[in-house]
């Protein structure tokens, strides 16, 4: 069964490029709101209703292209190893078929409660 709620993040999202970690005497000054949704024994984090459609359409594809990125002209190759996305920070047993289902399940239902209010 999953669980939802909604808590004040305080600015400590690590790898998050377009927000970046705020100093620990800033973050009280501007709360921010996260929806969380717990399923499958991981707790998945939402600044947005728009974040949670990107998770949505990941899971909702049974298989997914190569993680493998191209390496841009004139770069290091080892920048590349430095790169990461969010969805292979994911760990792999949430990509099986009856948990990837239960997974999907609780997104849609988070969305549901967002638009409803109740979250």
């Known amino acids: 069964m999953a669980r939802f709620w909604k808590q004040l993040n305080d ?3 690590f790898g998050d490029l377009d927000w970046p970690s705020q100093p ?3 973050r009280s000054l501007d709360p921010k709101e996260e929806f969380c ?3 499958c ?3 998945f984090h939402f600044e947005s209703k728009a974040e949670i459609g990107e998770y949505i359409a990941f899971f909702e ?3 997914h292209p190569s993680s493998r990125l191209p390496v841009p002209e004139g770069a290091d190759r080892f920048d590349r190893w430095h790169m990461q996305r969010w969805f292979e920070r994911l760990p792999m047993y949430l ?3 009856a948990k990837r289902k239960k997974v999907l399940k609780a997104l849609h239902k988070a969305v ?3 638009d409803a209010g109740k979250l």
Request: proline share 0%.
């Open 11 to 13: 600015g400590r999202r």
């Open 24 to 26: 620990s005497y800033a």
């Open 37 to 39: 949704v717990n399923v």
């Open 41 to 43: 024994s991981f707790t």
């Open 61 to 63: 594809r049974q298989t």
């Open 95 to 97: 990509q099986e078929e």
């Open 112 to 114: 549901t409660l967002i």
